[in-house]
């Protein structure tokens, strides 16, 4: 038979658990901004070290890769150094010409991704910048391949991201050539669609093909204009008649990117010159051969006039 | 110093070890979801040595801790963390809380029962859920008890360990 100690040792314990347990339902169940806030907090003060400590170890891990590209990118651009005074005025003279715009037009801040050990790890990712580098909530957030998310909220040196796995992902987009337009949302519904979008209200007359790349359209002021979302892989369902429901590749995969940039400008910017669709780089392509072929001609020329 | 204090004092000298493990050679290791969990380590050998509302409090703090740092579902890691920490304490009773394996396979199973209520919890869906629980679950729970054993055995003299298994 158990003393009294014993059973109020017991009574004590389950009082604490209960307690804990209540707490833990009050924290799931109270709004999400309640939730985001008292995260914030947290981050920024007692777990500021810890944070600290894990950007540092990210930084760790990546340094050698990063010196690597690095490496490569000086050698590339001593390379190319050689020739850029008359590369830039003629880059300039053809700007003029074209009206071209610089592919960044911009502004962003990198940052670097802290990975945890949460199975819900994918929906949501740690950033190491925050409101001290101008980040804030709603700033889009993009790896080279195209669209991560969103910043869901931002502390004073870290945010959290909203990535396009998160059930309330949603993105107005259009897709390049066919003109379709309808919102990007996660698959989340059937059994082995992980990992998959979907286009959906995309107008039933409104036919994609497959391999059809789809860009955030820049309605709704959150995300600008031209960012990849995805490849269409697929009709997922149609809606008696009136809608198509298309299946998407990501352009981008949150749970492979280590570093991401946060684009901090205003809303309605276009960014579809920095991420040129395939028509785009068949247009860059074109231009840089005969650009050999002009200076290959005024040198056989000016050989010849010799 | 008496010899309770002494074990205390060990006790929240491997406790940090873990949390700076697992905040500075976690993200160096490979894939973070299936790296191991050494705060959830550092919860269970706790738990099992201090009683279930100890436990429940240390499995709350960290809960929250996770919560703050993947606030997919803030509440959510805090719900799971605790209820882990309560059922490794009383694991201890029923089971032979010294023996290395024992242990090993207490943080293994933990880890695995933490995302299974971690995910329920969060209300992720059933695809998500089966690939989670079937693949990168076992996956953690396994590096995590297999560091769980590293651990043990470093420390079997603080922790009583018996290697005979």
Known sequence: MASASERSYTRRDTVIFVACVVLSLVGLFSPSAWGLGISNALRDTVLAPLVWLQARAEEGRTSRARLQAITLQRDSAAYLAQGIPSLAAENARLRQLLALSGRISTPYVAAEVLRQTQATDGRTLLLDVGRSDLVSEFDPVVAPEGLIGMVLSAGERSSVVMTWAHPEFRVSAYTVGAGASGVVAPALSSLGADGALEFRGVPYRDSVPAGTLVLSSGLGGVYPKGIPVGTVTGVAREQAGWERVYRLLPAASPGAVAHVLVLISPPGTSLERAFPSDSALAAIRLDSIARVRRSDSAAAAKESAR | ?165
């Open chain 2, 1 to 165: 110093m008496s010899a309770s204090r002494a074990n205390r004092i060990q006790l929240i000298l491997v406790m940090a070890l873990l949390v700076l493990l697992h905040f500075y050679l976690r993200p160096r290791l490979w894939n973070a979801r299936v790296s191991p969990d050494f705060l959830l380590m550092a919860l269970v050998f706790f738990a099992m040595r201090a009683g279930p509302g100890a436990g429940a409090l240390a499995g709350f703090v960290v809960g929250v801790v996770s919560d703050a740092l993947t606030p997919a579902a803030f509440g959510a890691g805090a719900l799971a963390h605790t209820v882990v920490g309560y059922l490794a304490a009383w694991g201890r009773a029923v089971f032979f809380a010294d023996n290395l394996l024992v242990n090993a396979a207490f943080v293994a199973v933990a880890v695995w029962v933490r995302d299974l209520l971690l995910l329920l919890a969060s209300g992720t869906p059933q695809g998500t859920l089966l690939t989670e629980l079937m693949l990168n679950s076992p996956l953690q729970a396994l590096s995590t008890g297999a560091f769980a054993l590293l651990v043990l055995v470093a420390f079997r003299q603080w922790f009583a360990i018996r290697l005979d298994v």
